[in-house]
């Protein structure tokens, strides 16, 4: 069974530009969420979603927007990057509400560095 | 705002020692702690707590949960370079979300 899938694995942009994230979640995974890990934040929920829908959204700026598409898979879009957004990206997923358990399933991350 | 506070952040140990790292947690609403192991990239899944009490996986690594207190414990005896990694504990809500306050982790060295 294949794990999480997030591309691209590294990426390189400039202050200004925009980036697009993509994850697949583990087949037959419905919910997907998105984290920020940082060196002196830590991780941090970005927003979740779940049958095309958004679910929760954490405290970041208006630049920080997502997706899901009816297969689940899910994307992240950062627009004027800052150099504060270098970071890792990380997508996990998981069955959904009706199992849910807590456990979240990661991918290896994205990691995005803003020159 | 939930908070989650882990200690140290930082630990060395030489193989075969036993280790305890330290999470507690202030939630407004609690079913669960997590506990995850990153050690490069993505986090695996430790560890599942939701009565007060121990939990053990794998016999080397066990972890106790103590709602009074709002506390959780991760002890690792024995210890492998193979340990070497960053542990994470967050508290789960159960509120049909997967939301998760993570803490910032210890980053545990487990050197020859």
């Known amino acids: 069974k294949a794990g999480v899938t997030q591309t691209p694995r590294y990426l390189i942009k400039t202050r200004g530009q925009q980036v697009t994230l993509s994850c697949s979640p583990i087949?037959?995974?419905?919910?997907v969420s998105w984290y920020q890990q940082t060196p002196g934040q830590g991780l941090q929920f970005l927003f979740e979603?779940?049958?095309?829908?958004?679910?929760n959204k954490g405290n970041f700026p208006g630049r920080f927007s997502g997706r899901q598409f009816s297969n689940s898979r899910s994307e992240m879009n950062v627009s004027t990057l800052e150099l504060g957004d270098s970071a890792l990206y990380l997508c996990a997923s998981s069955l959904g509400p009706s199992g849910n358990t807590g456990e979240l399933f990661f991918g290896e991350g994205s990691r995005l560095t803003v020159l | 705002e939930d908070k989650v506070v882990q200690s140290p952040l930082s630990l060395v140990v030489h193989e075969g020692d036993t280790v305890t790292l330290n999470c507690s947690y202030e939630v407004t609403n609690f079913r669960s702690l997590l506990w995850y192991k990153q050690e490069k990239k993505a986090p695996t899944f430790l560890f599942m707590l939701?009565?007060?009490?121990i939990e053990k996986k794998s016999g080397r690594l066990s972890s106790i949960l103590d709602k009074k207190e709002l506390f959780s414990i991760l002890n690792i005896t024995a210890t492998q370079t193979g340990d070497s990694a960053v542990y994470l504990c967050a508290p789960y809500s159960g509120a049909g979300s997967y939301q998760l306050t993570f803490g910032k982790g210890t980053k545990l060295s487990v050197i020859p």
């Open positions: 979603y779940f049958s095309e829908t958004q679910r």
């Open positions: 939701t009565s007060s009490g």
């Open positions: 087949s037959g995974h419905r919910s």
